[in-house]
């Protein structure tokens, strides 16, 4: 079972040094990293046997606006710390059973891959580019669309039922509690694989249809030998997004252009066939 895996004394050690490396800010409760270990310790029989019997329930994220260089803010949800340290390990136990099946082309959260790694990967020489951008991708993600997704390759009820609690927690702002009907906030460990596993859908099919393309999180490059090529896999890439994935393309900051027009995590290519960037 799963869940043995996830509450397994060496998992769990791992996760709390995790979470206490990563320090980070408190959740509703206001409890610090620094209290963590003393709290697991004073609780731990009645939070395993919670975990254990599946009434456990995550506390709603608090909601944090973080300003974006380029103008606007970034959404996070920053659970409690106990939260944050139960994320943290069932991510230890299903990043070994998801991963490996990822993508090549697939740079974003992933251990021995950076940003750097997937801008050195794109292009290839190719003269025009697919950017593609997902509208609010993480306050927009399919609850049961992702479920779909997990419960194809998970058969512990225990961790599928947890994991949809993790998604429908709420978010309290202004100290008022708003369900999550749909999104899985930034901010908590479990956060970057659930969307590599939804995402990863997105990888296959532009796999399947032999393109090269690059993707880091919600940010994806399709690279392309003409315009034309482009705006009909635009076209085509994006109804399969909103349509097969219930996700929202926003149209009017994705578009077919030549790859020194565009950035691409901050980067900017010249218009050499052999790509550099800047």
């Known amino acids: 079972m799963l869940m043995d895996m996830i509450l397994s004394r060496e ?3 791992e996760a709390l040094k995790r979470v206490e490396k990563n320090k980070g800010s408190h959740g509703i409760d206001g409890m610090s990293v620094k209290s963590l270990r003393r709290h697991l310790y004073e609780n731990w029989d009645t939070l395993c046997d919670s975990l254990r019997k599946g009434t456990y329930q995550p506390n709603p994220v608090r909601r944090v606006e973080i300003p974006k260089p ?14 944050r340290f139960t994320q943290q390990a069932i991510a230890q136990v299903l990043t070994p059973i998801f991963d490996p099946s990822f993508s090549e082309h697939s740079y974003g959260f992933r251990q021995n891959r950076r940003g750097h790694d997937a801008v050195r990967n794109a292009r290839e020489g190719y003269r025009w580019v697919i950017d593609i951008d997902l509208e609010k991708f993480f ?26 609690k993790y998604l429908q927690a ?38 399947r249809r032999g393109h090269k393309f690059v993707r880091y999180a919600d940010d994806c490059n399709i690279y392309m ?30 578009a077919v252009d030549r790859p020194w027009k565009r950035k691409f995590l901050g980067f900017s290519f010249t218009v050499n066939k052999k790509p550099r960037f800047e």
Do not use: W
């Open 170 to 207: 709420g978010i309290m702002i202004n100290g008022v509690v708003y369900d999550a009907e749909e999104g899985t906030p930034q901010g908590g460990p479990l956060s970057p694989l659930l969307s590599n596993i939804l995402l990863d859908k997105v990888d296959k099919e532009l796999e």
């Open 225 to 254: 030998k003409s315009k034309k090529a482009g705006e009909r896999v635009m076209n085509s890439i994006t109804c399969f997004i909103e349509q097969k994935l219930k996700l929202k393309v926003n149209r009017e900051k994705s």
């Open 11 to 13: 998992n769990l050690i």
């Open 139 to 164: 306050d927009k993600v399919n609850h049961d669309k992702l479920m779909g997704i997990l419960a194809s390759r998970i058969q512990d009820r225990l961790v599928l039922k947890l994991i949809r």
């Open 70 to 83: 380029n103008g606007g803010v970034r959404l996070l949800g920053i659970p409690t710390v106990t939260d």
